[in-house]
């Protein structure tokens, strides 16, 4: 069970890591950028596909396609919904959003991969 939720946290690590890059740096920074890319990209794909889809349903290749298309389509619908808010589309709005989204896509797909593994569970028929 750990060895199944070690993507999870290490998403989450991520996307905390990238979040804090994103705002703490400078706004012309190659290091803020390069921090900011992976937030945008791949974290909340990836979260919100092992929401989506058990752990062995997909391979690898399906898996970081679905990780960047569907990072893509969050990130647009994000600065969509960004664009509504009295905030706007600034850095830190986008920064949280997306952390945001990733750490809530990663708790829903631990408690769907907590309640399989449950459900799972061998059952032991000795009779005794």
Do not use: C
Request: net charge positive.
């Amino acid at each position: 069970m750990q060895r199944q939720l070690s993507d999870l946290q290490a998403v989450m690590i991520g996307a905390g890591l990238s979040a804090v890059v994103s705002l703490a740096l400078p706004a012309n920074s190659l290091i803020r950028l390069s921090g900011a890319l992976p937030l945008v990209l791949f974290l909340p794909g990836y979260a919100i596909s092992a929401a989506l889809f058990p752990p062995r349903s997909l391979g690898v290749p399906e898996r970081l396609l679905f990780s960047l298309g569907l990072s893509v389509s969050v990130t647009a619908l994000a600065g969509l919904a960004l664009n509504w808010t009295p905030w706007g589309l600034q850095t830190n709005t986008w920064a949280i959003t997306l952390a945001a989204m990733v750490v809530a896509a990663s708790a829903i797909a631990w408690r769907r991969r907590q309640t399989a593994a449950i459900t799972n569970a061998p059952v032991d028929l000795k009779f005794k």
